[in-house]
């Protein structure tokens, strides 16, 4: 059983909308042999549901989110197999929260084809911010399962 986790600052947008295309992709796709987390570097959000925003691109786009906001802690990086940052900054933090860099440590934009490293934070804007984000999240998850889950 493989475990991925998704790492962005408050957890309850980027991370948590990650986190349920990830388990919605491997469902429609047959992979049935891994599961999912989110967490936040920052301990902001602990306990509160995710961004309505989020629900709302997740559900127009035929996706369940239940996740409740949690605090990235350094046993995730001996609990899971990949961890993926949204965005250098949180991979900078998870390093230094860590005190070391994970060997299987991201960028979820590591696995799609654009032009940036970072998956931008839309939380002080719009719905289509978090449109934007969804489109990016989904192509790179679903290069990540192609090419390092369903090899299994």
Known sequence: MKKVLFVCLGNIC??????AIFNHKC???GV?????DSAGTGAY??????????IQVAQENGI?????????????????DF??????SNYRDI?????????????????DSGNSRNVPDPYYGGIDGFNNIFEMMSEA???????ELKKD
Do not use: W
Request: net charge negative; glycine share 2%; hydrophobic share 30%.
């Open 32 to 36: 049935v042999n891994c599961s999912s």
């Open 64 to 80: 369940y989110i239940n996740h409740k906001a949690r605090k990235f802690e350094p046993e995730d990086c001996d609990e899971f």
């Open 141 to 147: 998850i679903d290069n990540f399962i192609e090419t």
């Open 45 to 54: 959000h602990i306990g509160e549901q995710p961004d309505v925003r989020s």
């Open 95 to 111: 390093v230094s929260i860590s005190g070391y860099k994970p060997e299987h440590l991201y960028l979820l934009r590591d696995f």
């Open 27 to 29: 469902k429609i796709k």
């Open 83 to 88: 961890i993926f940052a949204m965005d250098e």
């Open 14 to 19: 980027r991370s948590t909308l990650a986190e």
